[in-house]
């Protein structure tokens, strides 16, 4: 949210007070965030585009009076420190703009500043004061200059932590969490099975609930996209249900059979990685394939009689997302995805025997390696 300061004071005398009373507290405000104890520790950069409008000279004179009030302020002026007007405003934490116009219903000089955050670009104030002659505004620049930096956060420190200027609270920097290219992670969780059956089971939808257990690998070649592969131990069950008619009174009956298995799945995920300070956000998506550990089970209800055959699952699709949290040495995190089969697992014969897909929700921890380099503060 920007803020919009406007002055329209006429009565000189009564400008010339509020003039001096504002320039003093200014003053000893900007001195005061420049040092404590003689330790300097504003070193924030700003950068003062050059005034657009106005007259040449009136240009020439609030180019040089804003610069003057940002210096004695204690501030940087990277107007001073680089060659170019382009190097001087990357280089800055904030810059001014300065506008002059002619105001008709005042019949007035009007000078228009704002600030502007430059790393993400944020207009964080503007501020309006109405003027007859150039030097009368010899009592407003600082005015002007404090209205504008009051309204930002200017203090970094230099030669120690803020946190020891101010003993007993945390007004340092926030923590810098380590960013890592490798991962080793475990995770657990529930899931929500979705199965359909065709064929010889009839059509015929049910649920099941199973559980997962996965060990992963993952890597980040950039800071916002990486690779992860798995390998997830989980269990199958299904019940379908089929009704028949028997005999020649024409009795309808019900039959259930059960199915089960058990299975390790290897996932080949494409993960995003969005740092938020402490938490860490995820996107992923990606293929995986399924094999078979043991036979499958299928199982009559009624009668408790039991075959086994083999089976082959299809390969299948995942998409998701993963939210995580700095605790401790490593990265706590909740997994949430939906899965699915591209196709039906199948009997030995070829003959399909359900289609599959899953919801599931798990929790993991996993542990960094090669830690990442932490660039200059130029790069």
């Known amino acids: 949210m920007k803020i919009v300061l406007i002055d329209r004071i006429h009565n000189r005398p009564i400008k010339i007070v509020i003039g001096f009373l504002m320039a003093l507290a200014a003053a000893a405000s900007l001195n005061a965030q420049e040092t404590i104890d003689g330790i300097k520790y504003s070193n924030v950069g700003v ?10 000279a009136d240009r020439e004179y609030f180019d040089f009076n804003l610069a003057e009030e940002i210096k004695g302020g204690g501030y940087d002026l990277t107007n001073e420190m680089y ?17 002059l116009e002619y105001d008709e219903e005042y019949q007035d000089n009007v000078i228009n500043a ?8 944020a207009l964080i104030i503007t501020t309006s004061m109405g003027y007859q002659t150039t030097e009368e505004m010899n009592d407003w620049n600082l005015t002007m200059i404090y209205r504008l930096m009051a309204n930002a956060p200017i203090s970094k420190s230099t ?18 969490y380590p960013e890592y290219r490798l991962f ?20 015929n939808s049910v649920q099941g609930n199973t559980f997962e257990t996965a060990f992963h ?44 298995s058990m299975s390790l799945m290897v996932p080949l995920i494409v993960k995003g990685n969005i740092p938020l300070s402490r938490f ?51 990265i706590l995190f909740l997994d949430v995805r939906y899965a ?12 399909p025997i359900y289609g599959r897909s899953m919801i599931t929700v798990s929790l993991g921890y996993k542990f960094g390696l090669l830690k990442k380099k932490k660039p200059e503060p130029n790069e």
Not at 114 to 121: D, I, K, P
């Open 47 to 56: 950068w003062i585009a050059p005034t657009i409008g106005g007259t040449a």
């Open 83 to 99: 060659p170019t007007p382009e190097e001087a405003r990357q280089n800055s934490d904030f810059y001014i703009t300065t506008s």
């Open 114 to 121: 704002e600030l502007y955050n430059t790393r993400t670009g």
């Open 159 to 176: 030669n120690m932590e803020l946190s020891e200027l101010y003993p007993g609270q945390d007004r340092g920097p926030k923590k810098d």
């Open 184 to 203: 080793l992670g475990l995770r657990g969780g529930y899931s929500s099975r979705f199965y359909t059956a065709e064929g010889y089971l009839q059509s």
């Open 217 to 260: 690998v993952s890597y980040l070649p950039w800071r916002y996209l990486g690779f992860q592969a798995e390998v997830l131990f989980t269990m199958d069950f299904a019940t379908f249900s089929k009704f028949h008619i028997t005999g020649g009174n024409n009795a309808v009956e019900l039959e259930k059979t059960s199915f089960q």
């Open 280 to 330: 860490i956000i995820s996107p992923l998506v990606g293929l995986y394939f399924t094999f078979p550990l043991g036979v499958i089970t299928a199982t009559d209800k009624d009668s408790a009689y039991e075959s086994v055959f083999s089976y082959s699952p299809p390969l299948g699709f995942l998409a998701g997302a993963e939210l995580g949290m700095h605790l401790g040495p490593g």
């Open 340 to 351: 699915g089969d591209f196709g039906n697992t199948l009997w030995e014969n070829g003959d």
